[in-house]
């Protein structure tokens, strides 16, 4: 479960007990904010596909790396699958360093997994 619905579990618990600070009926009172909108709030914050890193090619590339190349993950329009692809500052290429074609957005890969 992700930590976001964690949250929201609690917070609809929360709304049960008989001095809860958030009121579980259709509108604000007394300052106090309905349930469903501190959902909303949350929900707007969570990966729902809403919401993404992905940067359009057409707004902007990546920056030239300082040295060789750098790894993204990148979105083309013939291929469904998001994968890894190297920028050097003026083209894309793949593993086999074999240019990629038809990039339309990318974005930085995600941080080294460290383990527990």
Not at 5 to 12: C, D, H, M, Q
Not at 31 to 42: K, Q, T
Not at 51 to 80: A, H, M
Not at 86 to 109: H, M, N, R
Request: net charge negative; glycine share 6%; with cysteine.
């Amino acid at each position: 479960m992700n930590v976001l619905e964690k949250i929201l579990e609690e917070i609809k618990e929360a709304t049960f007990q008989e001095d809860a600070p958030i009121y579980m009926g259709d509108m604000e009172v007394d300052g106090y904010v309905r349930a469903s909108r501190i959902e909303e709030i949350i929900r707007s914050h969570m990966d729902d596909g809403s919401k993404s890193d992905w940067i359009p090619c057409s707004e902007r590339l990546p920056e030239k790396p300082v040295f060789g190349e750098d790894s993204y993950i990148v979105q083309t329009n013939n291929i469904i699958t998001p994968f890894s692809a190297f920028w050097d500052g003026e083209e894309w290429t793949d593993v086999s360093d074999d240019k990629v074609k038809g990039v339309i957005a990318w974005q930085p890969l995600p941080k080294r997994y460290k383990g527990k």
